[in-house]
């Protein structure tokens, strides 16, 4: 079962801009987009379409120079310590390369907490059911805790980023690129675990990918975003099924695709 | 004669690990192969021996024959005297493929001076023309600027360029689009399949994406943990796999693509 789509987002970028300081040209332009919740969204365009930058001003991570970021409905202001603390308990986050984003010389189960330890939400003596509990939900085994990230393979390690991005049980997951540092049978099984996340855990994911495939697979909307616009939003299927803008189009015509076991594919 | 053979291929680091394992494989001229796995299949590795490339700390033994001649024990200078006429290597990532402190037109002036003795002025128009045949607009500004003034899909068309400049017999693509954007992705398979064509090369395409390979290669060989799984025509691969592993390499990217069907199907 879906939720019913709340009224207000859960996130949403009004008429948002980023320009890099001493900069004129923005980064990215007049970004409207709401997140709302049960409805995971997707950011698709090139390198250097500004994805990541709506991403970063999505995490609190960069202020946008003009617009703002709604959080519930109110404007993140990231000298709040009161809403941060509540904003980073259900918005969290998972990145591209997984053998950057672990700390190599902590044992898992302490990375796992970390969020737990930094939200106040438990002491280190206290996180050890919910960190199994979250190393479970990944498909990791309970011993996995006792262990360093660098006994860990990549698509593991990108299990234990997942496991800790959700031991707070947030709301909302911001991932960047989530699986394509993978090869394509890991991929299949993290895809799988973020599907698995939304349906059981009422996750919203909103995500940053090149691969329209993997788009296609998790989020009911897309929006897709050209030299620091976006050019196109709306459910994946209508954005991806009839593109309505030219870029789209090209985009969803590049993507190679296996020859059918029938004939020339 | 066969432009490459693979005679029991065998990539050994000095700690004794066997990266490549007895893997054996022919190309004829002008055939193109797809040489599929994941990561740590040893598939680069296997085109790195090709052009006597393995890096410091690696032994190749085994027979590797290109072009007639043995790359498996041929000295340094033997060795110099293959890399870019019988055979050219393009890298995932062209930056460091490209000298950043040196003019893209020089970097291609380079080869072309050195194979064949061009100087002044012939040598000038070589490396426009060259730059030309890899459908690149504006070849003269192109010469004129640093690596980083260009963007990612051109600056692998220069690779490209160097890689052609002294017309292979072979063509060696390490993951050529991986580093791409899907949109420059499929323009640069599109040129690659066009000069391929062009100058009757012979192409080892080296990739993890079945649905990349299948639209360059005619042929593809499996590897997994140094060794060939199976190999045969893309679409008998694709289509009917007989190895148990293939087939999970065949699903799983299926299983992926599918989504984008329903999707359009609605």
Redesign the interface.
């Known amino acids: 079962m879906k939720p019913v789509p709340e009224l207000k987002p859960v996130l949403e970028l009004e008429n948002a801009s980023f320009a890099y300081r001493g900069r004129t040209d923005p980064v990215v332009a007049d970004i409207a987009l709401p997140v709302e919740s049960g409805q995971s969204l997707a950011l698709v365009g090139?390198?250097g379409a500004g994805k990541t930058t709506l991403l970063r001003m999505l995490l609190g991570l960069a202020r946008p120079t003009s617009g703002a970021v709604r959080f519930d409905g109110d404007e993140l202001r990231p000298r709040d310590r009161e809403q941060m603390t509540r904003f980073r308990r259900d918005v969290q986050c998972v990145f591209q390369d997984p053998y950057s984003s672990l700390d190599p010389r902590r044992r898992v189960g302490g990375i796992v907490a970390e969020p737990l330890r930094s939200l106040g939400i438990d002491t280190r003596r206290t996180a050890g059911p919910k960190v199994a509990a979250a190393l479970e939900r990944v498909g990791l085994p309970a011993d996995a805790a006792e262990r360093y990230p660098h006994e860990f393979s990549?698509g593991q390690r990108q299990r234990i980023a997942i496991a800790r991005a959700t031991v707070c049980e947030p709301r909302v997951l911001l991932a960047d690129e989530p699986v394509s540092a993978l090869?394509?049978?890991t991929?299949?099984k993290v895809?799988e675990l973020l599907g698995e996340l939304k349906r059981e855990h009422g996750l919203t994911l909103v995500m940053v990918s090149?691969?329209?495939?993997?788009v296609?697979?998790l989020c009911e909307r897309t929006a897709v975003l050209e030299r620091g616009r976006v050019v196109e939003q709306g459910p994946?299927?209508q954005v991806?099924?009839?593109p309505a803008h030219p870029y789209t189009a090209?985009?969803?015509?590049?993507?190679?695709?296996?020859?059918t076991?029938a004939g020339p594919? | 004669m066969n432009i490459l053979e693979l005679h029991d291929l065998t990539i050994r680091t000095t700690d004794g690990r066997t990266l490549v394992d007895g893997l054996s494989l022919a190309l004829a001229p002008g055939e193109r192969l797809g040489l599929i796995g994941e990561s740590g299949s040893g598939k680069s590795l296997t085109s790195l021996a090709v052009l006597g490339l393995l890096p410091a700390g690696m032994t190749a033994s085994g027979r590797v024959v290109l072009a007639g001649a043995p790359i498996t024990g041929a000295s340094e200078r033997e060795l110099t005297g293959v890399r870019g006429r019988d055979a050219a290597i393009v890298f995932q990532e062209p930056l460091t493929a490209l000298d950043p402190l040196m003019r893209v037109g020089r970097q291609i002036a380079g080869p072309l001076g050195r194979r064949r003795g061009l100087k002044g002025t012939a040598l000038r128009q070589a490396v426009t023309a060259a730059l030309e045949q890899v459908r690149l607009p504006d070849p003269e500004r192109v010469a004129r600027a640093f690596p980083h003034e260009i963007s990612g899909g051109q600056r692998q068309r220069v690779a490209l360029a160097m890689a052609l400049a002294c017309e292979p017999k072979l063509l060696i693509a390490d993951e050529p689009t991986t580093a791409l954007d899907v949109t420059v992705q499929a323009e640069l398979l599109t040129l690659l399949d066009t000069l391929v064509r062009e100058r009757d090369m012979a192409l080892l395409f080296v990739s993890h994406d079945l649905a990349v390979v299948a639209k360059i290669a005619d042929r593809v060989l499996v590897m997994r943990n140094g060794r060939a799984v199976e190999t045969g025509e893309v679409r008998e691969i694709v289509g009917a796999p007989r190895e148990e592993y293939t087939r999970e390499l065949v699903n799983s990217a299926r299983r992926l693509e599918s989504a984008l069907d329903l999707r359009s199907g609605r």
């Open positions: 090139e390198s990549g090869d394509v049978t991929r299949v895809v090149h691969d329209l495939s993997v296609a697979s994946t299927a991806l099924g009839a090209r985009l969803v015509a590049s993507v190679p695709r296996l020859p076991a594919g």
